[in-house]
């Protein structure tokens, strides 16, 4: 520091060094040293306890205050009380009143801008708070696209054939896959013991037949008799009675005979309509049983197919007699088959809620096989078109899937909805939507009923 600044002093013990101030000679030396002879140093100069001070510098060292205080000695204040005159107290307020404002400056100055983050912060932290949503409108599903549904294709006509009597097999005419006319012979069957019952039931017959020619020709002889006046009406009248009982048992043993045949002629097993063999479960030698469960064989009139198609309830009031439709298969995709309804059930099944529908189609090429799956596709059939929305508006929850709404008030609410279709970026809703159709979008997993929200645009 400089060897003449206020804050130090040549040494008296050695001139060629300089030493500190006391505090009260600093003071003296801050006011008073103009009246020494020596410059005013520069604020900059004065230790940092009285650089605060420099500014008012001069109404500090007027106080009548620091006189008294501050001198060094006695003789100093003594001449210094005389040099220099004394103030009243409007300079120490007016140094209290500067003070105290540089002090609320400060606090100002350091405590504005913390203020103003405080606040941001509050303002930031309120607008984090509130949940800004989007709301979408459903809109219908898509139109356009033919209702393609699974169906099963069955023969025109197919029958199973069981064994009517019990024997053996004697012969089979008809192999798998062959194609038979109706009234075709294709299996005979053996049956001794339907042979017996049917040769006592002709002896039966002869020996009724025998009997009612015998009671016929008595009753004539009797007729004679009492015309001649030799036999009396009681007895004429038994004998022609006798006529008409032996009459009878003739017809119950024909119509025995002719059971006995009827069912000797199920020994041959014949195809009742024209078709393919599609079962053969017999061989030669096999005992049958008449009325057994297992089939012979089965016949399949496969000329024309009868599609079968379960229609969704949706959909059902499209349907009509008559109707076209096009017949996909799997292996033939780009070859649609025409075909058309023929019936309907008439009623919903109460199990799977659809429709079921009998279509036909010609097959008299062969090309389609019974028993195979296809798709029916049924251009001009349209369903009510429900509403969809999209599949980022839905929020799941252990009740199901949900959508949400929101009110004029802003308050959010949750409706449980019945999905439908999904076709990737929207989902069908078949019910549950709230009035008015609007769903916010991309609802948090933390919406709750009743939370209030603000709607963005």
Request: charged share 20%; net charge neutral; proline share 7%.
């Amino acid at each position: 520091m400089h060897p003449d600044s206020p804050a130090h002093r040549r040494s008296a013990a050695n001139p060629g060094t300089t030493e500190p101030l006391n505090r009260d000679e600093v003071a003296h030396s801050f006011c008073h040293s103009p009246k020494l002879g020596r410059p005013v140093p520069p604020p900059e100069s004065f230790p940092e306890n009285i650089q605060f001070f420099a500014p008012v510098r001069v109404a500090f060292c007027d106080l009548p205050f620091f006189h008294t205080v501050n001198a060094p000695n006695e003789s100093l204040a003594a001449a210094q009380s005389a040099a220099i005159p004394r103030t009243s107290g409007v300079a120490f307020y007016a140094l209290v009143l500067v003070v105290l404002g540089a002090a609320v400056g400060l606090f100002v100055a350091g405590m504005l801008p913390k203020l103003k983050r405080q606040a941001v912060a509050v303002e930031q932290t309120r607008d984090l708070a509130v949940v800004r949503v989007r709301l979408v409108e459903a809109v219908p599903a898509p139109v356009g696209v033919p209702l393609a549904l699974p169906a099963e294709l069955r023969p025109g006509t197919e029958a199973s054939l069981l064994a009517r009597v019990s024997g053996y097999v004697r012969k089979w005419h008809a192999n798998l896959g062959d194609r038979v006319e109706a009234g075709q012979l294709l299996a005979e069957l053996d049956t001794p013991e339907l042979e017996r019952e049917l040769g006592r039931a002709e002896a039966q017959l002869k020996l009724a037949e025998a009997a009612h020619k015998l009671a016929d020709s008595t009753a004539k002889r009797w007729q004679e008799l009492f015309a001649a006046k030799t036999a009396s009406s009681q007895e004429t009248d038994e004998k022609q009675a006798d006529v008409e009982f032996k009459a009878a048992a003739v017809s119950t043993a024909r119509a025995e005979v002719q059971r006995l045949q009827q069912i000797a002629a199920f020994a041959k097993i014949t195809a009742p309509f024209a078709g393919t063999v599609t079962v053969r479960n017999l061989d030669l030698g096999q005992l049958v049983d008449a009325g057994g469960s297992r089939e012979l064989f089965h016949l399949a009139d496969t000329s024309r197919l009868r599609v079968f198609i379960h229609v969704p309830q949706v959909y059902a009031r499209g349907i009509k007699k008559g109707q076209h439709a096009a017949l996909l298969l799997a292996e033939q995709p780009e070859k649609p088959i025409p075909a058309h309804v023929v019936r309907t059930s008439g009623a919903i099944n109460a199990a799977s809620r659809t429709l079921l529908v009998e279509l036909e189609v010609d097959n008299a090429d062969g090309s389609l096989l019974a028993g195979g799956y296809a798709q029916v596709r049924l251009s001009d059939v349209q369903a009510d078109r429900p509403l969809t929305v999209s599949a980022n508006a839905l929020v799941f929850r252990a009740e199901g899937a949900m959508v949400v709404s929101v009110d004029a008030t802003g308050q959010a609410h949750l409706h449980k909805v019945l999905l439908g279709r999904d076709f990737g970026s929207a989902v069908e809703i078949l019910e549950g939507l709230p009035p008015g159709g609007k769903v916010m979008l991309n609802p948090p997993d933390s919406i709750a009923e009743g939370v209030r929200v603000e709607v963005v645009e």
